[in-house]
């Protein structure tokens, strides 16, 4: 059974960065593509970044996070990480991290929270 455990999240003022991490386990990590997403309050959970298994990446023109958010991932650690940088209050939510070629269940997230 695939698992995702997100960390990294936490409050930080409009501008700053943050790092988030999610680690896998139960599947092939490196085989497979990697997909950050978020939920904002009273919001549908939306995707921010994708990077596929051989290290393209993607980002969503609808967040508005093309050219701040760097995603990446450590095929040797089964982590993949989103760079967060001149956040907003807009990015504040909820981040998850899942699999779109090997879905898992969704984890606990880690809550990002931008102070204006």
């Known amino acids: 059974q695939v698992q995702f455990v997100e960390s990294g999240g936490g409050l930080v003022q409009a501008g700053g960065s943050l790092r988030l991490s999610c680690v896998v386990s139960?599947?092939?990590?490196?085989?497979?593509?990697m997909t950050w997403y978020r939920q904002a309050p009273g919001k549908q959970r939306e995707w921010v970044a994708r990077?596929?298994?051989?290290?393209?990446?993607?980002?969503a023109d609808s967040t508005n996070t093309k050219g701040r958010f760097i995603i990446s991932r450590d095929n040797n650690k089964n982590t993949v990480y989103l760079q967060m940088n001149s956040l907003t209050p807009e990015d504040t939510a909820v981040y998850h991290c899942?699999?779109?070629?090997?879905?898992?269940?969704w984890g606990q997230g880690t809550q990002v929270t931008v102070s204006s």
């Open positions: 990077i596929s298994s051989g290290g393209i990446t993607y980002y």
């Open positions: 139960g599947s092939t990590f490196s085989g497979n593509d």
């Open positions: 899942n699999s779109p070629t090997r879905p898992g269940g």
